[in-house]
């Protein structure tokens, strides 16, 4: 570290990530080196670890990279078991919207063939990039499914492919709208080709371990994945300086607590339909407030007039009650009766009680 530091080398970040309680092998894989623990808190005081390594590249391959090192940062998975609802929720969006800003490249490890679990997550991040947009970056992401049995006839699976692409675009282009951006499509904010960047491994042993041999195919699915970061390495811009990587580690961090808002739902369509209530509860909290307003504009009116001497509590109930339960009525229809009224139920009883305070 501190030779690359003096002699300002330059570097590529590789960030892998990978779902906890489901660790493929290429992770394993990948740590075969002397690591350093690196703890971060995040806004809930929960610890993020990850592991971090810096790897010289080689003379042969050097030549046709732009760099000397590359900082392989390995993270903890998502979805920890020992976290619950909300804080899992809040602690996953944040550490791989953290995770993907960070490195050049991302590996995103799934167990299986179907990457929903992580679609969810990857439109948090979206939204975080675009709302960070003093923070200078270019992400990249490759998703690499483990334990595939078929791997040839998961490379063919077009349909999956095009789902994928389209709920990316879908959710890239509602986020785009919500942040005011320029972004129509998942590409435009972190690099990504549904045809390229989709990778398939086999199962590491051809049987159950402890006893069963080794799946040579799991080789070959390994050095695709590698022969694909090395191709992306390639056509990538310079690297960057040890000094320039820790400046980029502060800014991207502070701006990830300065947004930590986004990282409290599941998916970009969550927030949309919280920023909606949020704006027709206003409107019930002005038609409230309008009317207590007049109320207390006549009561004044009288008053100066000497009309009225003093005024009940009750008196006041009286006077809003008919307008209170018109706005309880129309707060119940809309929790009832909206297209996205699933989403909604959860925040039904929070705001139920903040209109009644």
């Not at 690359?4 to 894989?29: A, I």
């Not at 109930?317 to 129309?330: A, P």
Request: proline share 2%; aromatic share 10%.
């Amino acid at each position: 570290m501190e030779k690359c530091r003096e002699g300002q080398k330059e570097l590529l970040c590789v960030s892998v990530g990978e779902s906890y309680d489901r660790r493929g092998e290429l992770g394993y894989c990948m740590k075969k080196y002397v690591r350093v623990v690196w703890d971060i808190y995040d806004n809930s005081g929960e610890v993020m670890r990850a592991f971090m390594q810096l790897l010289k590249v080689s003379d042969e391959i050097k030549n046709d990279l732009k760099f000397d090192y590359v900082l392989v940062v390995d993270t903890e998975g998502l979805c920890a078991l020992e976290l619950e609802g909300d804080n899992t929720r809040h602690h996953d969006n944040e550490l791989a919207t953290f995770v993907v800003g960070l490195g050049n490249l991302t590996l995103i490890n799934i167990f299986g063939e179907n990457p929903s679990e992580m679609q969810d997550i990857l439109q948090i991040v979206v939204q975080a990039f675009m709302r960070m947009k003093k923070v200078k970056l270019s992400p990249n992401c490759v998703f690499v499914h483990q334990n595939v049995t078929d791997v040839a006839a998961a490379e063919k699976n077009m349909d999956g492919k095009r789902h994928l692409q389209e709920k990316l675009d879908q959710m890239a282009k509602l986020t785009a709208e919500e942040e005011v951006c320029d972004s129509d499509c998942f590409s435009d904010v972190i690099e990504f080709d549904v045809q390229k960047d989709v990778k398939y491994c086999a199962q590491l042993w051809e049987g159950s371990p402890p006893m069963a041999p080794p799946n040579p195919d799991y080789s070959e699915s390994i050095q695709e994945v590698k022969n694909t970061i090395l191709s992306k390495a390639s056509k990538s811009s310079a690297g960057i300086t040890l000094s320039q990587f820790k400046t980029n580690i502060q800014d991207l961090w502070t701006a990830l607590l300065t947004e930590s808002f986004v990282f409290s739902f599941k998916n970009t369509l969550e927030i949309a339909v919280y920023r909606k209530l949020e704006v027709q509860y206003g409107s019930w909290i002005w038609t409230l407030r309008s009317d207590m307003l007049t109320i207390e504009n006549q009561l004044h009116n009288r008053i100066e007039n000497r009309t009225l001497d003093e005024v009940e509590q009750s008196y006041l109930f009286k006077e809003t009650r008919k307008t209170y339960e018109e706005v309880r009525k129309e707060m119940t229809k809309y929790f009832e009766d909206d297209r996205e009224k699933e989403i909604l139920v959860q925040w039904r009883g929070r705001f139920e009680i903040k209109m009644k305070d």
